[in-house]
């Protein structure tokens, strides 16, 4: 079998498998981690931000687009949300998002990093044990959506977000 490396994306490039309907138990459970971090305590913004940054290391397009739709809906600023990927060089982040970034970094990138003392170190000053778990569930939740939209090609651009009213209707 003849395989192409992956040099980019591509007009040619097609949806493949629709997860959802395919591994429906699958997808169910990996919800349920992500409702466990919305209800963490963890705040909304951050929760955005660190989604938003390993969307971007990641280069899960669908994501990007999701969560910086999902994110004006909150009321994040334009100037942030385009200050993610190069977060390091702006002072628009609180130092506990800052932590945040920089362990998002880490843990998206573990096989590199294998998560550093530093980093750790600097999410510890402003995290709890609690709040350390938590952030690395998120991490490791938005990591598995964003390899299931890369690998299955979901069409970038036809996420909708779900406001309050069409939520409550849904519920």
Same mark, same amino acid.
């Given at each position: 079998?003849?395989?192409? *490396?992956?040099?980019?994306?591509?007009?040619?490039?097609? #949806? @493949?498998?629709?997860? /959802?309907? $395919?591994?429906?138990? !699958? %997808?169910?459970?990996?919800?349920?981690?992500?409702?466990?971090?919305?209800?963490?305590?963890?705040?909304?913004?951050?929760?955005?931000?660190?989604?938003?940054?390993?969307?971007?290391?990641?280069?899960?397009?669908?994501?990007?687009?999701?969560?910086?739709?999902?994110?004006?809906?909150?009321?994040?600023?334009?100037?942030?949300?385009?200050?993610? *990927?190069?977060?390091?060089?702006?002072?628009?982040?609180? #130092? @506990?998002?800052?932590? /945040?970034? $920089?362990?998002?970094? !880490? %843990?998206?990138?573990?096989?590199?990093?294998?998560?550093?003392?530093?980093?750790?170190?600097?999410?510890?000053?402003?995290?709890?044990?609690?709040?350390?778990?938590?952030?690395?569930?998120?991490?490791?939740?938005?990591?598995?959506?964003?390899?299931?939209?890369?690998?299955?090609?979901?069409?970038?651009?036809?996420?909708?977000?779900?406001?309050?009213?069409?939520?409550?209707?849904?519920?």
């Amino acid at each position: 079998m003849t395989t192409t *490396p992956y040099t980019g994306a591509s007009s040619t490039l097609r #949806p @493949r498998i629709d997860y /959802a309907n $395919a591994a429906p138990g !699958a %997808v169910r459970a990996h919800l349920a981690l992500e409702r466990y971090v919305r209800a963490s305590g963890l705040e909304p913004s951050l929760l955005h931000l660190i989604k938003l940054r390993a969307s971007y290391i990641n280069g899960c397009a669908y994501c990007v687009d999701m969560h910086t739709k999902d994110a004006r809906l909150e009321r994040e600023t334009e100037q942030r949300l385009y200050a993610v *990927p190069v977060w390091r060089e702006t002072p628009f982040f609180t #130092p @506990r998002e800052r932590a /945040a970034l $920089a362990w998002t970094d !880490a %843990v998206t990138e573990i096989s590199r990093t294998h998560a550093p003392d530093d980093v750790y170190d600097e999410v510890r000053e402003h995290f709890t044990e609690l709040e350390i778990t938590n952030l690395t569930a998120a991490i490791v939740a938005i990591n598995g959506w964003n390899r299931l939209a890369i690998s299955m090609r979901v069409p970038v651009g036809s996420y909708v977000p779900r406001t309050e009213e069409s939520s409550d209707a849904a519920a």
